[in-house]
């Protein structure tokens, strides 16, 4: 019993890693041509792979970028998650976070722009896009319960994200945690 065991488990971890394998490469192919340049067929050439292992794994389009918007997010949620569980300053980490959009994060930070944009036009998609505002309002929590303090906090992070993006030069923390900071103030009355 244990071989058949060891088969299935076997099976499931090899279908993880193809369904990874596939993941990351629509990220690459979002990076480089953006979402418009997603195919089944452009992922099964970036991956090595053949169209219908593609197909198997995601039977939909909008299943494939689901999948993909919902790696970056995941990453993002998690690290929120962390900042509002375990820092003293979560804004401090937020800030920091927010920051790695115009160096080490930027690929990934503009991964998740260009699909959470493209939920605006793919409803099976935003479910996966609202996953960082709802972190965020959830870190902005930690700070204030005035509503409309939080809707701006979260309005303003996206603001900041997308500047830097656009931008061509480091982002300054430090910069960032005094605006968001200062953004809160308003609810502390």
């Known amino acids: 019993m244990a071989d058949e065991h060891d088969t299935a488990d076997g099976r499931k971890l090899r279908g993880q890693r193809r369904r990874a394998q596939i ?7 979002v990076r480089r041509d953006g979402a418009a340049g997603v195919t089944h067929r452009t992922v099964a050439k970036e991956a090595g792979i053949t169209t219908s292992l593609t197909l198997y794994y995601f039977a939909t389009l909008d299943d494939l970028l689901v999948a993909a918007l919902t790696s970056v997010t995941d990453t ?18 937020l800030a920091r976070l927010i920051a790695e959009s115009a160096g080490p994060g930027r690929e990934r930070a ?21 996953g960082w505002r709802d972190n965020v309002a959830e870190l ?16 303003l992070c996206d603001g900041l994200c997308a500047a830097i993006l656009l931008d061509d030069h480091d982002a300054d923390p430090d910069h960032i945690r005094a ?4 953004a809160l103030l308003g609810s502390d009355h």
């Open 23 to 29: 993941i990351e490469a629509t990220l690459t192919i």
């Open 76 to 93: 993002y949620t998690r690290r929120i998650r962390r900042l509002i569980d375990t820092e003293d300053d979560p804004l401090d980490g």
């Open 110 to 130: 503009l991964a998740e722009r260009e699909l959470s944009t493209l939920a605006a036009r793919r409803p099976a998609l935003r479910p996966a896009a609202r």
């Open 140 to 155: 902005a929590r930690t700070r204030t319960d005035d509503p409309d303090a939080v809707e701006a906090f979260v309005a």
């Open 179 to 182: 605006v968001l900071s200062k």
